[in-house]
């Protein structure tokens, strides 16, 4: 609340771009912040399935078991150690079934994502990068592909269009609202990419919080522009089926992986354009996809 994304006094002359870059400076400096006030804080401690309930409880375990590995089998110290370690695992065992059942709610609405979370939690990892093949090389492949793209479709006829009825242009997004930004937010999926300075259930927790900031950041959305640092990705190469040769890099497809922020933008507006499409009545009724 102390930082500058709280007083709109610190941002409302400022460009989007340098907007972008005051939320990542900021945000980074509030975690910085907080892992040096403590410096024991645990890697377990941002981990989804272990909160403050979960440490307590193992904290309540090590004496106990000390205790007991000095103590007689039958003893009251053994007694009490076996019961505190069940009820911590029981713990976990709740823990855990309510990070999944959570994280499954909040995913039916993308059977993509739910498939990946599915698959992540019965094991089933995607097969990592062949060592053998570095960067550059990965860079020159996927170059070529976009190039033999271009190439094939240099030359093909130019898109039909059909008229639309009277009344059905879209002239202009409407003004987003601290209500549109924060409900957007609880809707992200509880991934974020290797550019994101926090991780993205930490800025779900505190959506009211920055949504007039992005708020303002969004103010884009008017003009038709989206900031330069939404259009930076990292590329990921990735198998385009299990059972290929990993050693070569035409087995591999690129993934980008773009900025929480900006597919958040995205979504926003995506929001606005299908509920434009669907009142116009544009969208095919028989749809599928």
């Given at each position: 609340m102390s930082s500058p994304l709280c007083h709109p006094d610190a941002w409302t002359d400022l460009?989007?771009?340098v907007l972008v870059r005051l939320y990542d400076a900021e945000t980074t400096?509030?975690?910085d912040r907080s892992f040096r006030a403590d410096r024991h804080v645990s890697p377990m401690t941002f981990r989804p399935l272990v909160d403050q309930e979960c440490r307590l409880a193992k904290r309540r375990v090590r004496p106990l078991e000390r205790v007991a590995r000095s103590a007689d089998v039958n003893s009251s110290a053994v007694a009490g150690w076996t019961a505190e370690r069940r009820a911590y695992r029981a713990l976990l065992c709740r823990k855990r079934e309510a990070f999944w059942t959570s994280k499954v709610e909040s995913e039916r609405s993308s059977p993509r994502h739910l498939w990946r979370s599915i698959d992540?939690?019965?094991?089933?990892?995607r097969v990592p990068p062949s060592e053998a093949i570095g960067a550059a090389e990965f860079h020159r492949h996927?170059?070529?592909?976009?190039a033999d793209v271009r190439a094939l479709t240099d030359n093909a006829p130019p898109p039909s269009f059909f008229s639309a009825t009277f009344g059905c242009t879209f002239v202009n997004f409407r003004s987003l609202t601290v209500d549109d930004v924060a409900a957007a937010i609880r809707l992200l999926p509880d991934k974020q990419c290797a550019s994101d300075p926090i991780p993205t259930r930490?800025?779900?927790?505190c959506a009211n919080v920055v949504?007039?900031?992005l708020v303002e950041l969004y103010k884009s959305l008017q003009t038709g522009s989206v900031p330069a640092l939404f259009k930076a990705a990292y590329i990921t190469p990735l198998l385009k089926k299990s059972d290929l040769d990993s050693a070569d890099v035409?087995?591999?497809r690129p993934i980008s992986n773009l900025s929480v922020l900006s597919k958040l933008f995205e979504r926003l507006v995506a929001r606005q354009l299908l509920d434009h499409l669907a009142a116009a009545k544009?969208?095919?009724e028989l749809q599928s996809a």
């Open positions: 460009g989007t771009d400096a509030v975690l992540a939690l019965m094991g089933r990892g996927f170059d070529a592909n976009v930490l800025l779900k927790d949504a007039p900031f035409r087995s591999y544009l969208l095919p």
